[in-house]
Nanobody, 124 residues
Framework: QVQLAESGGNSVQTGESLTLSCAVS????????LGWFRQRPGKEVEGVAT???????SYRESVKGRFTISKDDYRDSMHLQMDTLKSEDTATYYC??????????????????WGRGTLVTVSS
C-alpha cells in the first residue's frame, strides 16, 4: 500500500524559509513523479513543483527561484525547500505521487496517491 506523509508545516514570517518533507513508501512504478501541490484559502488545488524518477524538476512560475524540490531515494523521501516566503504562499501543502510517462509529470488530476497535507502560514 502506497503511503505518503507530509511534515514540516508551520507558521512563519514573510521572507523566512521553511522545509517540507514527505515520507514516501511502496511506489508501484519504476518511472514515477512526486509532486508538491497546495490549496490556498478559497482556491483550488494547484501544482507547486514536481520531480520525476530521472531527477527532472518543474516549478510553477510564482515559486521559481524561491522553492527547490528534491528527492532522497535512499531515505524514500521528498522535500520542498521554500525560501523568501510570501503571504500568498499560505496554503495547505500536499505531496502526491503518480506515474511518469510521456516526458512530463501529471497535474493534480493525474496523481494517484496523496498525503493528508500540512499547513503553511506566512504572515507579515
Amino acid at each position: 500500500q502506497v503511503q505518503l506523509a507530509e511534515s514540516g508545516g508551520n507558521s512563519v514570517q514573510t521572507g523566512e524559509s521553511l522545509t517540507l518533507s514527505c515520507a514516501v513508501s511502496r511506489l508501484p512504478w519504476r518511472s514515477y513523479c512526486l509532486g508538491w501541490f497546495r490549496q490556498r484559502p478559497g482556491k483550488e488545488v494547484e501544482g507547486v513543483a514536481t520531480v520525476n524518477s530521472d531527477g527532472g524538476t518543474s516549478y510553477r512560475e510564482s515559486v521559481k527561484g524561491r522553492f527547490t524540490i528534491s528527492k532522497d531515494d535512499y531515505r524514500d523521501s521528498m522535500h520542498l525547500q521554500m525560501d523568501t516566503l510570501k503571504s500568498e504562499d499560505t496554503a495547505t501543502y500536499y505531496c502526491a505521487a503518480g506515474k511518469f510517462w510521456g516526458g512530463s509529470c501529471p497535474g493534480s488530476n493525474g496523481m494517484d496517491y496523496w498525503g493528508r497535507g500540512t499547513l503553511v502560514t506566512v504572515s507579515s
